[in-house]
């Protein structure tokens, strides 16, 4: 089926190339840090996570919230979904793949990320992140592709595809909640330590994935000849409204029990990121400014039906939870130092191009995959 991936129209071409050519250029800054180490990024002695580990925690969220589509379809036998369940589990492949691919650049270099693999440590709860990341792309990659070209044959697919869908159910929760743990087991950061890290991550995945696939929906239909459904997008709809809200009021438990209960750790990372302390305080309250859009969008029903509305209701939440998750949330709990020292980061130009270098890495893999399964929708419905 991947000969219908070399088929395509000059703009199909002309996306491949850009994104190839991102590719190149992100590589040739990966072999500039190769050479000169991590000083070529805005980490250091304090800030040793940065912009590669906050996208990896986004994406795994993304990754994760596939299963929004998968759990009503193969466990509650909603049809509807049937026809995007397979673009939701191609979108988790593509993400898992950016995801270990921040994974990878932020070690530094292979023989470290080598060491990974041949000198694994169970009691690290990396070793089982990574786990869990790559048992999930696989079966993601195995159902997907065997329920295509089961529809590609006309045939139903086989009954073992439907086992390992129940077990992907599961495993997409554990993806988030092992990502969690990696920085909710670390009690010298303040930010971090809440029992409620976990569900915080759940809640975000499952609003930002499902926005993701909306807007990637809403593309293929305009690029394609395969109508992923309106019943379909607004369901979504309403899972992106549902999670979204319960999100904010996860922030805002945070928040109670930080400043009502005074707790001196935590107010400080929240001054530092919403006042005149850090300076990624424009960056947050951009954020909060576009939570507050799309609650206001997504929170009633009849605007949220409509695609021109929902367009950028999901655009406001991908852009709210990038910024907290993907950037404030990793920052944030490592910019003040065990001395209460606030250590300012910003990521350097090499480390965004890297950075660009690994998403275009991860959306030429889900063009491809969207292209396949596109096409034999098309020959299946016609």
């Known amino acids: 089926m991947l000969d219908k991936a070399i088929k395509g129209s000059k703009a199909y071409w002309g996306w491949i190339i850009f994104l190839l050519a ?49 759990l009503p379809y193969y466990l509650h036998d909603y049809k509807a979904f049937g026809r995007i369940t397979i673009l939701g589990e191609f979108l ?39 786990i869990v990341l790559n048992v999930y792309m696989f079966l993601n990659i195995i159902i997907g592709w065997n329920v295509l070209s089961a529809e590609r044959k006309g045939v139903p697919y086989q009954k073992w595809v439907k086992v390992l869908s129940y077990i992907s159910i599961p495993w997409a929760f554990s993806i988030h909640t092992v990502t969690a743990f990696l920085y909710q087991g670390i009690p010298g950061r303040h930010y ?10 759940l809640s975000s995945a499952f609003a930002s994935g499902p926005a993701l696939l909306i807007l990637l929906c809403l593309i293929v239909r305009k690029v394609t ?5 309106k019943e379909q997008i607004r369901t979504l709809g309403g899972i992106v409204a549902y999670a979204f809200i319960l999100n904010v009021f996860f922030m805002i438990l945070e928040l109670f029990t930080s400043f009502y209960s005074q707790i001196p750790g ?15 305080v424009p960056l947050m309250w951009t954020a909060t ?16 039906r409509k695609e021109g509305v929902l367009l950028v209701a999901c655009v406001s939440v991908i ?24 250590i300012q980061y910003w990521p350097t130009f090499p480390e965004i191009m890297i950075s660009v270098g690994v998403w275009a890495t991860g959306f030429f893999i889900i063009t491809v995959l969207y292209k396949v399964a596109s096409a034999v929708k098309e020959e299946a419905g016609a």
């Open 192 to 201: 971090w330590l809440t029992a409620i890290m976990a569900a915080r991550f």
């Open 266 to 280: 935590h107010m400080h990372t929240f001054a530092v990121l919403f006042t005149g302390d850090g300076n990624l």
């Open 225 to 229: 000849r395969f109508d992923p459904g």
């Open 289 to 304: 400014v576009f939570a507050f859009i799309a609650l206001i969008l997504l929170i009633v029903p009849a605007a949220r």
């Open 319 to 342: 852009i709210a939870t990038w910024i907290d998750k993907g950037f404030g949330l990793v920052v944030g709990g490592l910019m003040i130092n065990p001395f209460e020292k606030v």
């Open 22 to 70: 991102c590719i190149g250029v992100g590589f040739g800054f990966y072999m500039l840090q190769w050479f000169q180490g991590l000083i070529v990024t805005g980490m250091g002695r304090d800030v040793s996570w940065g912009f590669y580990i906050g996208q990896l925690t986004y994406f795994v969220g993304v990754a994760a919230g596939g299963v929004m589509v998968v």
């Open 92 to 130: 988790a492949v593509g993400a898992i793949v950016i995801c270990l691919l921040f994974v990878f650049v932020d070690l530094g270099n292979l023989p470290r990320f080598i060491n990974l693999m041949i000198h694994p440590n169970p009691t690290s709860i990396l070793f089982w992140d990574a």
